[in-house]
RNA sequence: GUCUAGAUGGUGAAAUAGGUAAACACGCAGGACUUAAAAUCCUGUAAUUCAAUUAAAUGAAUUUUGCGGGUUCGAUUCCCGCUCUAGACACCA
């Protein structure tokens, strides 16, 4: 029988709206703040990429609510930014409106996935009721200094400084500074917003301007920002991403020694690091070198020598004494002031390493190279101190006066600074910038905004700041505001203290230097005064893979289209790059020429008289017209059905390529798992197959724990072929599978449960972790390293002498053994 | 240029601490049921060779985790070199 996921889905999907499986207990002592990036609520709505990240976490949450931790899932929307103000203009309307109805599409797509989100802490970050917390955080940075690792009030300076050169001192504070400005975009762009000299979004000319911004001295937090990745469960290369992001540079001064039996060969003087030796050819030690190196390397060499100037890198690698290694270049060369040497860092912990071994020796060698070194240390730093002003509408406004030029904070009592209302044409017109709005000055009596036409010291009306701030101010702190999403003070004090910081968080491998860092950044700095009392905003941090698609490229040059395949790379530059619907393709990769679209352009067709496209696989966009949503896989096959397959596509890190063909052995397997539920009766387990079935519940288990849950898919197959084949029905055991399932296919198990005659959710069960016993230990028989037996002993029994007996019994000549490896609980190998 | 990650069947992939490579699926091929189709179920599915047989079932051996080498009784896993792919950063300031 197959069953009606329509019809239980809806039902099922009322009822649990009834229910707030995530309300807080107070009974429960243990917590868990699971949380997404927060999506940006495009006009385009959800794809594919984001509802994994949902499904996924739901999964872990849905899981650790029912082992006894009070969940904390919340979802909110970074809704200010470039993209809501340009899809404005394009539309002739409000960032306002579009940002209401992309959030309203978003909820609704969300809600369809099956997920249990705290929507009582839903935060929207260009809310005024959000965003006063955010300014109220920029005045704190802006009224603080800091001072010998602390943060202290910019009022208690204890020596006389002008008000106008308090700047030096703020964390947030005016500065010239280079920027990259784009006079197109009216705007100043990051560096991740830029590709070669253009900006990624339009593609427009960028050039260097020099203006006063608004900094955050992100700069005296480096040491912290470095020294606590240490306790961070993140992967490492996120944690190498963010040292290098920070770029502690080369500043060793070295002067390097090579000796062969006190034999002075070299040295060498110069502010690098010891990452690479410039070797000068000919001289005496060449021939060392040489031993250095492979063969294929040294023929390489042998040729360069023969020509009038040469120069070429080898790798050599060197150990130190307490076991640390690195790569070394070495360069040869006859004219190596041009080989000035560019990779010229030491990273945070192989400084620690340097400062240890005073004597470092060359591996692959025969005669081994002592190289002597000594150092002077300096610190110059990648980062710089982030540029926090943006000369957009769509922002939180800078609450900040001036008077007589030097900048003064709004108290935060008058917060919000609202962004001022302003009407469709008059945005349709300009492209928008608070310098040209009227009203935007600061009545200092009154303490509210009013007309610049008022602008008077004596009557104490002051210009306003016309800047707002980068998309990533509303974002470094919103992990925090979920706590308390409707408190009237910034953070309240009993739940933050109880929450903390987030367990598990999860989003795009895009964020990992930029916001990570911010973040980070901003939760020192609250630390600092001691709003919060935890240093690091993440404790987990799971970088999520991005899902790639098909593209179909034409080329196009004025009024003809190319086939693709007569385009060589000259020729290609010149064209023009159409990305074109899957709709209008045949055959996959050649273009449907026939559909009225084209009819109007010539078409220079290859030798097979046919018009072939590029076919690529890429990021999904609605501008490459790629994307997937999933409404239509959710309407053919079923929530359950999507939320098992999104999650059985793969590791969630990788990156995938979309393919929706496997999706018939999940929904084949939802089938099973009906049709074997509905059987009721209850019967013994045999003993074997009860501790196999356990094994791979514990296996379960621990895929939770390391929140590597597609791998769980598998073993759930794998459970239900041995429950099915053997035909086994035993209702403890089946309620056990059922809860556990339950975590990724809510509805057919909770339609499962109360068929069973079950009461209530099944999100009331509580899981139970089992523990099994097996007294069998395994071992592989293998001879001369091939496997021919497997013989299983219990406790008492599992030493060699006792097993000696059975193999002598199987082997057909025990004389001629030469040897037996045995190794404790795994392995018996006979070597003859 | 530097750094990081990766490479396993036709496809997605698995292999806990170095110990039976390819689990679990998709796809494909063959079969059962059916007037037919869909669905479902069963069997096979890394490669090569050999034995045996009318044929099928079967049995055995060798090779195989991008390429080459090392450590080890034993390497998908550790080490070195190379090739390719992806990502991040920088160069300008």
Not at 371 to 380: C, L, Q, R, W
Request: charged content about 25%.
């Amino acid at each position: 029988m197959k069953y009606n996921y329509k019809k239980i889905e809806k039902k099922w999907r009322y009822i649990h709206k009834k229910f707030n499986f995530l309300k807080f207990n107070k009974k429960k002592n243990k917590k868990f703040y699971i949380l997404n990036m927060f999506p940006y609520p495009s006009g385009y709505g959800l794809h594919i990429g984001h509802s994994i990240g949902y499904i996924y976490t739901d999964i872990i949450s849905k899981y650790k609510l029912r082992l006894g931790y009070n969940i904390l899932n919340p979802i909110g929307f970074d809704s200010f930014g470039l993209p809501a103000e340009q899809y404005a203009l394009k539309t002739k309307n409000l960032p306002k409106n579009i940002i209401k109805k992309s959030i309203y599409n978003y909820k609704k797509q969300i809600k369809k996935l099956g997920v249990f989100l705290n929507w009582d802490k839903e935060i929207n970050t260009s809310d005024d009721k959000y965003y006063k917390w955010t300014q109220f955080i920029f005045i704190k940075l802006f009224n603080s200094y800091y001072y010998k690792n602390k943060i202290l009030p910019i009022k208690k300076i204890n020596f006389k400084i002008k008000s106008e050169n308090l700047n030096k001192f703020r964390l947030a504070f005016l500065k010239y500074s280079y920027i990259n400005w784009c006079p197109k975009l009216n705007s100043i762009l990051a560096n991740d917003e830029i590709e070669n000299g253009r900006s990624i979004r339009g593609g427009y000319k960028v050039i260097l301007k020099k203006t006063l911004q608004w900094h955050l001295r992100i700069t005296k937090y480096i040491p912290k920002l470095l020294k606590d990745l240490d306790n961070l469960k993140w992967p490492d290369n996120v944690k190498n991403n963010q040292i290098k992001w920070i770029g502690l540079k080369n500043v060793y001064t070295i002067k390097l020694k090579l000796f062969k039996k006190n034999f002075k060969i070299f040295s060498i003087n110069k502010k690098r690091s010891i990452h690479s030796i410039i070797f000068n050819y000919p001289s005496r030690f060449t021939n060392y070198i040489l031993n250095l190196i492979n063969k294929t390397q040294k023929k390489k060499i042998i040729k360069l020598l023969n020509k009038n100037y040469y120069n070429e890198k080898f790798k050599i690698l060197i150990k130190f004494k307490n076991n640390y290694r690195k790569k070394i270049n070495i360069y040869i060369s006859n004219y190596y002031k041009n080989y000035y040497l560019k990779d010229t860092y030491i990273n945070y912990k192989e400084d620690k390493e340097f400062k240890k071994v005073k004597t470092i020796y060359i591996l692959k060698s025969k005669n081994i190279i002592y190289i002597k070194y000594t150092f002077k240390k300096k610190y110059i730093y990648n980062l710089k101190d982030i540029i926090y002003s943006r000369q957009r509408y769509w922002g939180e406004p800078i609450p900040i006066y001036y008077i007589n030029n030097i900048p003064y904070s709004i108290n935060k009592k008058y917060l919000p600074l609202k962004l001022p209302n302003i009407s469709k044409k008059y945005f349709i017109k300009s492209k928008f910038n608070l310098n040209y709005i009227k009203k935007w000055a600061w009545d200092d009596i009154n303490k509210k905004v009013t007309y610049k036409k008022y602008i008077n010291n004596k009557n104490k009306v002051y210009p306003l700041d016309v800047n707002t701030m980068p998309s990533y101010a509303g974002s470094n702190w919103y992990f925090l505001r979920y706590i308390s999403p409707n408190y009237k003070k910034f953070l309240f004090n009993n739940k933050i203290n109880y929450w903390k910081n987030v367990d598990l968080y999860i989003g795009g491998k895009e964020h990992i230097n930029g916001h990570l860092l911010y973040s980070r950044f901003i939760t020192k700095f609250l630390y600092d005064l001691n709003i919060i009392k935890f240093k690091e905003p993440f404790k987990k941090f799971i970088p999520q893979g991005i899902i790639l698609n098909e593209t179909y490229i034409i080329y196009k040059y004025k009024n003809t289209i190319y086939s693709f395949d007569i385009i060589n790379d000259k020729f290609k530059k010149k064209l023009q790059k159409i990305y074109i619907n899957k709709k209008d393709i045949i055959l996959n990769k050649y273009l449907n020429i026939f559909k009225k679209k084209y009819n109007k352009y010539n078409l220079i067709k290859n030798k097979f008289n046919k018009i072939l496209c590029e076919v690529k696989i890429e990021k999904m966009s609605k501008s490459k017209y790629n994307i997937i949503t999933p409404d239509s896989i959710i309407k053919k096959y079923g929530i359950d059905c999507f939320r098992l397959y999104i999650i059985f596509l793969g590791p969630f890190q990788e990156k995938k390529i979309w393919n929706i063909n496997k999706i018939n052995g999940i929904k084949r397997f939802l089938n099973k798992v009906w049709n074997f539920f509905l059987i009721k009766k209850n019967k013994k387990i045999n003993k074997i197959y009860k501790i196999k079935i356990y094994k791979y519940l514990n296996l379960i288990h621990l895929n939770f724990k390391k929140f590597i849950i597609y791998k769980n898919i598998s073993i759930f197959m794998k459970i239900f072929n041995i429950l099915i084949k053997n035909k086994i029905y035993n209702l403890k055991l089946n309620k056990i599978i059922l809860i556990l399932l339950s975590n990724y296919i809510p509805y057919i198990t909770e339609e499962i449960w109360n068929r069973l005659g079950n009461k209530g959710s099944i999100f009331y069960e509580k899981i139970k972790i089992i523990k099994y016993k097996d007294n069998l230990i395994k071992y592989l028989i293998l001879i001369n390293n091939k496997f021919k037996d497997t013989i299983y002993t219990d406790k008492d029994n599992n030493n060699l002498t006792y097993l000696k007996n059975i193999i002598y019994n199987k082997v057909y000549y025990p004389d001629k053994i030469k040897k037996i490896i045995f190794i404790k609980n795994k392995i018996i190998n006979i070597l003859f």
